[in-house]
């Protein structure tokens, strides 16, 4: 069972980090571009939501394949 939760955890934390590269660089070329404040702060937020995401899909995996080492050994 937990090696279940590692794997799709896993998946889950690679794909929110690609998605993070991808708006870090639309961030950038924003910036780069001089655009809008709002468009700025809407690129920001985004930037901000997937990166806690990957973070805790991060802690999720880890957790997950711990425990899962610990019962398997």
């Known amino acids: 069972m937990w090696q ?3 794997f799709i955890s896993n998946m ?3 794909a929110t980090l690609i998605w993070y590269m991808f708006l870090q660089r639309a961030y ?3 910036l780069h571009r ?3 404040p709002e468009l700025l702060s809407r690129h ?3 930037r901000t939501f997937a990166a806690i995401g ?3 899909l991060f802690i999720l995996m880890a957790a997950a394949f711990l425990t899962n080492m610990r ?3």
Request: hydrophobic share 50%; no cysteine; proline share 0%.
């Open 54 to 56: 990957a973070i805790l």
């Open 44 to 46: 920001r937020r985004r």
């Open 12 to 14: 889950g934390f690679v």
């Open 28 to 30: 950038a070329d924003a």
């Open 34 to 36: 001089k655009d809008s």
């Open 4 to 6: 279940k939760i590692w």
């Open 71 to 73: 019962l398997n050994g």
